[in-house]
C-alpha cells in the first residue's frame, strides 16, 4: 500500500507541476500573446534577431512548443524566409534550456512569496492583463512547489534496493534512457516539464551522469516531436511550418547522435557528476552546442527541407479551408493568425466576384452571373468555416488584445459575407434583367457603373490593409470613400430625374439601371468600410455619423 500511495504522491506532484507550467502559458498568452507575436513577427527578418526573438519567446511561454508553433505560422504566411525560423527555433532550445537552468537551483523558498503576489494581482487587479499576470506568478510558484514535492517524495526512493537495481540494469544502457525520457517530453508536450522532472530524478541520486544525460538528449527529441506531428496533416500549398519543425528535430537528432558517439569521451569527464544542476547543465550545454553547430548551415539546412518537403498542388475544392489548423486551438495568436489568413481568401474572392460583376455590365455576358454564383457559395462555405474555427478557440485563454482580435475577425469576414451575398444577389440580378433585353448598356453608363465598380475594388484592398496593418490612413480613406459612393448615388438620382423629364424610355431605364446599382454598390462600400470603424473609434477619430476632420475631435465634442 505504502508503494501504491508513493506512485500516486508522485503523479499528483507531477500533475501539480504540468498545471503550474499551463497557468505559466496561458497567463502569458492572455496578457502578451498578441505582443510576443508582434515581436516575433518583427525579428524574423533576420536570423540574429530571430534567435533573441525565440529565446525570448520562450522564456516568456516557458514553451519551445509554443514558439514553434506561432513560427512555423510566420513560415506558412510566405513573408519569412525559411533559415531565420529554423533561427528562431535554435534560440528557442536554448531558451528552454536556460528555464530549467533557472529552476534547478534551490528556488522553492520563493513559492509562497510568489504565490501571494500572484493571488493579490488576481484578486485586486481590475483588469483582465493584471489578473493574467497573477495567473502567471502563481503558476511559477506552483512549479516550485511540485519541484520541492518530488525532492521530498524521492527521498524514500533513493533508499530502495529494489529500485535501485532496477536502474542499475539500464545505467550503461543510454537507448533506453533516451527513449523514456523522450515518451515523457512527448507525453507532456514540454521540455520544460520533461527537464525538470528529470532534475529530481537526478536530484535523488538515481541518475548517474550516463543515464542522465540519456534522458536529456531523449526529452530535447520528444518534444521536437509534437509540433512536427501537428504540422504532418498541414493543408494547402504552402508547408513551411512542416518544415520548419522538421528542421528543427533533424537539428536535435544529429546533436543527440554526435553526443551518443562522443559518450566514451565525455563520461571520463562527467563521471563524478550527479544531481539536478548537472541535469540542466547538460541540458544547456546540449543545445547552445547544437546552435553553434547548426549556425553555419541554416542555409543549407533550409534549402534542404525545401527539396525534401516542396509545396503540394493547391487543393481542388476552392472553398475547402486551407489554414484553419486545430492543433493550434490552444494557442490564441496562432489561431488567430490562421482565422485572418482564412478571411483574406474570402476578400480575395470577393474580389474576383466585382470583376465578374464588372464584366458582366460591359459585356451583357450571361455566363458572368453563373461565375459568381459559384463564388459565393465558397465565399459563404469559407465563411462557415472560420466562424465554426472561431468558436473553437477557448475563451478562458483569450487575453484582452486576443479577444478584441478575434471580434474584428469574426466582424470582418461576416462584412464580406453579406457583401458578396448583395453582389450575387441584388447586384449581378440588375445585369442578367438589362442582358434579357438584348441591348448594349449606353456608353456612358457602362463607363460610370465601371468607374464605381473600379473603385470598389480599390475599397476592399484599403478594408484588406486595414484589416491586416492596422492601417489609420486607409481607415480614413475608407470612410472618405463610403462617403463617395452617397454623391455617386445622389448624382444618380439626378440623371434618372433628368431621363423622366425628357421621356426618353431607353434612357430613363438604363439611368433607373445606374441608380439601382449604385445603391447596391454603395451597400457593399458599407460592408467593406465596417472594418475601419472599431480602429477609428479606438482612436477618437469616428464621430456617430461622420469622420471627425482632426484626432480626437470625438473627444473634445463630447468635453463641450
Not at 541518475?207 to 516531436?225: D, F, H, P, R
Not at 493547391?314 to 490552444?330: C, G, I, K, Q, S
Amino acid at each position: 500500500m505504502s508503494q501504491a500511495l508513493l506512485l500516486v504522491e508522485l503523479a499528483g506532484e507531477a500533475a501539480l507541476l504540468l498545471w503550474g507550467l499551463h497557468m505559466v502559458q496561458s497567463g502569458v498568452q492572455r496578457a502578451f500573446g498578441m505582443r510576443l507575436r508582434h515581436v516575433l513577427g518583427v525579428a524574423l527578418g533576420s536570423r540574429v534577431r530571430a534567435v533573441a526573438a525565440g529565446l525570448f519567446a520562450t522564456a516568456a511561454l516557458q514553451s519551445s512548443t509554443a514558439t514553434a508553433l506561432m513560427v512555423g505560422s510566420f513560415a506558412a504566411g510566405a513573408g519569412v524566409a525559411l533559415a531565420p525560423a529554423l533561427a528562431a527555433m535554435l534560440g528557442a532550445n536554448i531558451g528552454t534550456a536556460l528555464i530549467v537552468f533557472a529552476l534547478s537551483f534551490e528556488v522553492s523558498a520563493l513559492a509562497p512569496a510568489l504565490v501571494l503576489a500572484g493571488v493579490i494581482a488576481f484578486r485586486r487587479s481590475s483588469g483582465s492583463r493584471g489578473k493574467d499576470v497573477g495567473r502567471v506568478f502563481i503558476g511559477v510558484g506552483l512549479m516550485l512547489i511540485s519541484l520541492h514535492l518530488l525532492s521530498a517524495s524521492m527521498a524514500p526512493v533513493e533508499a530502495s534496493p529494489t529500485l535501485r537495481a532496477l536502474i542499475g540494469v539500464f545505467a550503461d544502457m543510454p537507448l533506453p534512457n533516451l527513449v523514456v525520457a523522450g515518451l515523457l517530453a512527448w507525453a507532456a508536450h514540454s521540455s520544460v516539464a520533461a527537464m525538470l522532472f528529470i532534475a529530481s530524478l537526478a536530484a535523488s541520486g538515481l541518475l548517474g551522469a550516463e543515464a542522465c544525460i540519456a534522458m536529456v538528449l531523449g526529452a530535447n527529441i520528444g518534444s521536437a516531436v509534437n509540433p512536427l506531428l501537428g504540422a504532418l496533416g498541414e493543408a494547402g500549398p504552402e508547408r513551411a511550418r512542416l518544415r520548419v519543425a522538421l528542421g528543427n528535430i533533424a537539428n536535435r537528432l544529429v546533436g543527440a547522435v554526435l553526443v551518443l558517439g562522443a559518450m566514451p569521451l565525455l563520461l571520463p569527464l562527467v563521471e563524478s557528476q550527479a544531481g539536478a544542476l548537472f541535469a540542466a547543465q547538460a541540458h544547456l550545454a546540449f543545445n547552445l552546442g547544437t546552435a553553434i553547430l547548426a549556425w553555419p548551415l541554416l542555409g543549407l539546412l533550409a534549402r534542404g527541407m525545401e527539396r525534401l518537403v516542396p509545396d503540394r498542388p493547391p487543393a481542388e475544392d476552392p472553398a475547402a479551408a486551407r489554414y484553419l489548423d486545430p492543433d493550434v486551438l490552444e494557442t490564441p495568436p496562432v489561431a488567430l493568425a490562421n482565422a485572418a489568413r482564412e478571411v483574406l481568401r474570402i476578400a480575395d474572392t470577393v474580389e474576383a466576384m466585382l470583376a465578374a460583376s464588372t464584366a458582366a455590365f460591359q459585356e451583357g455576358d450571361r455566363e458572368r452571373p453563373k461565375v459568381a454564383k459559384r463564388l459565393d457559395d465558397q465565399v459563404d462555405r469559407l465563411h462557415r468555416q472560420v466562424q465554426g474555427y472561431l468558436a473553437r478557440i477557448p475563451q478562458e485563454t483569450l487575453g484582452e488584445d486576443d479577444a478584441r482580435r478575434l471580434a474584428e475577425i469574426r466582424a470582418f469576414a461576416v462584412s464580406l459575407e453579406h457583401a458578396g451575398d448583395v453582389l450575387e444577389r441584388d447586384l449581378l440580378g440588375l445585369a442578367q434583367k438589362w442582358a434579357r433585353r438584348g441591348l448594349p448598356l449606353p456608353a456612358d453608363i457602362a463607363a460610370e457603373i465601371t468607374g464605381l465598380h473600379l473603385r470598389l475594388q480599390a475599397q476592399l484592398r484599403l478594408a484588406v490593409a486595414v484589416f491586416i496593418r492596422e492601417d489609420a490612413e486607409a481607415a480614413r480613406r475608407l470612410v472618405r470613400e463610403k462617403e463617395a459612393l452617397r454623391e455617386a448615388e445622389r448624382l444618380a438620382l439626378h440623371r434618372m430625374a433628368e431621363a423622366a423629364d425628357r421621356s426618353a424610355a431607353e434612357g430613363g431605364a438604363a439611368a433607373g439601371l445606374l441608380l439601382d446599382a449604385v445603391r447596391d454598390l454603395r451597400r457593399i462600400g458599407a460592408h467593406f468600410a465596417m472594418v475601419a470603424h472599431p480602429l477609428l473609434e479606438r482612436r477618437g477619430e469616428l464621430l456617430p455619423s461622420r469622420l471627425a476632420t482632426e484626432p480626437n475631435l470625438a473627444e473634445s465634442l463630447a468635453g463641450g
